[in-house]
């Protein structure tokens, strides 16, 4: 069964500092894989997908991700955080051949001044 | 371009009751799904529309309702409220099919039963 595994319900860190979200997938096809970004109150707005073209996606607001088959995985990473960044992440998981997403329990991203 | 609209934006019901939630969809888009966000569940998926039929849903009780109209927009209907249907409920539009395409969400409906 396709699952989407984000490790890390809270995740703080410094401003300046390195951030890293990790979200492993299992599935049994090729997934299409996105990271959305939630602030308080507001819905999901996209961050970056990736559909296959490149394994390293450049998003919006700095964020990058690297989907790499062999550890089923699609970390979403930012060299520098800014308090702004802080909110909630989800990664989401979905096939061709129906309309079926999957969402990660979301990691929340506390910025520290 | 206009956004996806949700409305109402916050309601506050009694136990029982029922409730209907709004959401129009970007112009152009046929597929309206809807989903649960809550503390302890995190985000949930409801059901999925798509030219007026129902082609996903996923595992709610009978009491969640949903339907499309002609024009794209849909709305959810929950009977019998419970006090834990209180939730953000977020309504996303477009499709997902292809990779090349992705949802776009509202803001949301947060729905308070007392």
């Known amino acids: 069964a396709q699952s989407v595994t984000q490790l890390g319900s809270h995740v703080s860190v410094s401003e300046g500092a390195l951030v890293l979200l990790r979200c492993n997938y299992s599935s049994s096809v090729p997934p299409y894989l996105f990271w959305y970004v939630q602030y308080p109150n507001q819905g999901l707005q996209l961050l970056l997908k990736y559909t296959s073209a490149a394994t390293l996606v450049k998003g919006i607001n700095g964020f990058e991700a690297e989907f790499k088959k062999s550890e089923t995985s699609f970390h979403l990473t930012k060299p520098s955080a800014h308090m702004s960044d802080a909110a909630e992440y989800f990664c989401v998981v979905s096939y061709t051949g129906g309309f079926k997403t999957i969402f990660g329990a979301g990691t929340r991203l506390f910025v520290k001044a | 371009k206009a956004g996806v609209t949700q409305t109402p934006r916050y309601l506050i019901k009694t136990r029982g009751q029922q409730v209907t939630l709004s959401c129009s969809p970007i112009s152009g888009h046929r597929s309206v799904s809807w989903y649960q966000q809550t503390p302890g569940q995190g985000l949930q998926f409801l059901f999925e529309?798509?030219?007026?039929?129902?082609?996903n849903k996923g595992n709610f009780p009978g009491r969640f309702s949903g339907r499309q109209f002609s024009n794209s927009r849909s709305e959810m209907n929950v009977s019998t409220l419970e006090l834990g249907d209180s939730a953000l409920y977020l309504c996303?539009?477009?499709?997902?099919?292809?990779?090349?395409?992705?949802?776009?969400f509202g803001q949301g409906t947060r729905l308070t039963v007392v």
């Open positions: 529309y798509f030219s007026e039929t129902q082609r």
């Open positions: 996303a539009s477009g499709v997902w099919t292809g990779g090349d395409t992705e949802a776009f």
